[in-house]
C-alpha cells in the first residue's frame, strides 16, 4: 500500500457490501473522510480493483473514497492498514452473514466473524486505536422472552445457527475487551431486518446466488429473476400466520451510524443499541406492500416452516432515540418503492 493522506479517516470493513457502502454515502455526506476496505467474498469488483458499488458511492457523493482490498483474516493487510492511514474509528461490518449457509459451513463463519474480529481488534490495539462500531444483529436475542425486545432483553440463549452465534460471541470479546482495558470506546448496534436501498436506484442489496432474505427474494420475484416466493410457514401465532419482523430502511440504519459516531467525541464506555423501527411486519403485508408501490405481483407459495425461524421479533427503539436523537424516518412503502427502484433499474445487482 502507497502513502496515505493525514487527515483522520473512518475505516468502514466490508465496505462494498450492502449496509456498508450505505453507511458511506452518509459519512462521506457528513463531511466524513473515509477508508473503506473489503475482501470481495460477497462484492463485485470493477475490474480497477475497486467494488462497482463504491464507484456507484462515488457517483453519488462527488466524492472519493480511499479503498483497500484487505481480508480480515491478514493480519500483515491489517497491519499495513493501520500504517497507512491514520484512523479515527472503525465501523466493522465485515462478515459472512447468510444464516442458511453459516448451518452449512460453521467453521468459516467462526473463523471469518470472530477470528477475523480478532485480527482486527489487534491491529486496532497496535496501532492505538480504540474506537469500534460493530455490526450486530438482533439474531443475539434467540427467541424473543418478550416483545417489543429493549436492549436489556437476555442474549446468546436459543440462537439457533452459527451466523447468530459469531455476532452473540463478538459482542462478548468487545465486552470483556472494554472491561480489561476501560480506553476503549465501543458501540455495538443491533440490526433489526435492513431493507430497501438509497433512493437514487444505483446502490442496494445484491446477494450472490439466490436471495436468503426475504425482500430481496421479493424484489426478484416481482422482477421475474425468480420464479416464486416460498412463504416460511403460515401457522404461526400472528395475525396471518406468517413471520413478523421489525424491517427498517438501509438508509435509517445508515444515519443511525453517523448519530453514534458523534459519541466518539467524549469517551464513551461500551454501549448497545437497538436499531429498529419499533414496529412489526408480517410477511404476507411485505408482499403485499411490495406489490402495492412496485405494481408488480409477487406470486407466492405457502410451505412449511424454516427451522430455526421465530414468530415474531420486534424492538423497542427508544433507547437509540433519547441517547442518539436518532429515530427512523422512512415507512414501509419508502422501503418497497426505493427497493423496487433498485431492482428494476438493475436487474443482476452490480453485475449486471
Ligand atoms: C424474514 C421473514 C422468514 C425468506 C436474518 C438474520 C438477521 C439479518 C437478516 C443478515 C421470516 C420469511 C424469508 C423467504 C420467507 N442478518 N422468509 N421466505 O431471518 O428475520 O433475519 O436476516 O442480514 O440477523 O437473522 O430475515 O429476511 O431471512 O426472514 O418466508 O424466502 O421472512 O421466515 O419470517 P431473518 P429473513
Request: aromatic content about 8%; glycine content about 10%.
Amino acid at each position: 500500500m502507497a502513502e496515505g493522506n493525514s487527515r483522520e479517516v473512518v475505516l468502514v470493513t466490508g465496505g462494498a457490501g450492502y449496509v456498508g457502502s450505505h453507511c458511506i454515502v452518509e459519512l462521506l455526506n457528513a463531511g466524513y473522510d473515509v477508508v473503506a476496505v473489503d475482501n470481495f467474498a460477497n462484492a463485485i469488483a470493477d475490474g480497477k480493483g475497486k467494488p462497482v458499488s463504491l464507484d456507484r458511492v462515488e457517483e453519488l457523493t462527488k466524492k472519493k473514497i480511499a479503498f483497500e482490498t484487505v481480508d480480515m483474516l491478514n493480519s500483515s493487510q491489517l497491519a499495513e492498514l493501520f500504517k497507512k492511514y491514520k484512523i479515527f474509528c472503525i465501523i466493522h461490518c465485515a462478515a459472512l452473514k447468510a444464516v442458511g449457509e453459516s448451518a452449512r459451513l460453521p467453521l468459516d463463519y467462526y473463523k471469518n466473524n470472530v477470528a477475523g474480529t480478532l485480527n482486527l481488534l489487534e491491529a486496532a490495539r497496535a496501532a492505538n486505536v480504540k474506537r469500534i462500531v460493530f455490526s450486530s444483529s438482533a439474531t443475539v436475542y434467540g427467541t424473543p422472552q418478550y416483545l417489543p425486545i429493549d436492549e436489556k432483553h437476555p442474549i446468546g440463549v436459543g440462537i439457533t445457527n452459527p451466523y447468530g452465534k459469531t455476532k452473540y460471541m463478538v459482542e462478548e470479546i468487545l465486552k470483556d475487551l472494554h472491561a480489561s482495558d476501560e480506553s476503549w470506546d465501543i458501540l455495538i448496534l443491533r440490526y433489526f431486518n435492513p431493507v430497501g436501498a438509497h433512493e437514487s436506484g444505483r446502490i442496494g442489496e445484491d446477494p450472490q446466488g439466490p436471495p436468503n432474505n426475504l425482500m430481496p427474494f421479493v424484489a426478484q420475484t416481482a422482477g421475474g429473476r425468480q420464479k416464486e416466493l416460498k412463504v416460511f410457514g403460515s401457522d404461526y401465532e400472528t395475525p396471518d400466520g406468517t413471520g413478523v419482523r421489525d424491517y427498517i430502511h438501509v438508509v435509517d440504519l445508515a444515519k443511525g451510524h453517523v448519530e453514534v459516531l458523534k459519541l466518539f467525541k467524549n469517551h464513551v464506555g461500551c454501549k448497545i443499541y437497538n436499531l429498529g423501527t419499533g414496529k412489526g411486519y408480517s410477511v404476507l403485508e411485505m408482499v403485499a406492500a411490495f406489490e402495492k408501490a412496485s405494481g408488480k405481483k409477487v406470486p407466492y407459495k405457502l410451505v412449511e416452516r424454516r427451522p430455526g425461524d421465530v414468530a415474531t421479533c420486534y424492538c423497542n427503539p427508544s433507547l437509540a432515540e433519547k441517547e442518539l436523537g436518532w429515530k427512523c424516518q422512512k415507512n414501509l412503502e419508502d422501503m418497497c418503492r426505493d427497493l423496487w427502484r433498485w431492482q428494476e433499474q438493475n436487474p443482476k445487482g452490480f453485475s449486471g
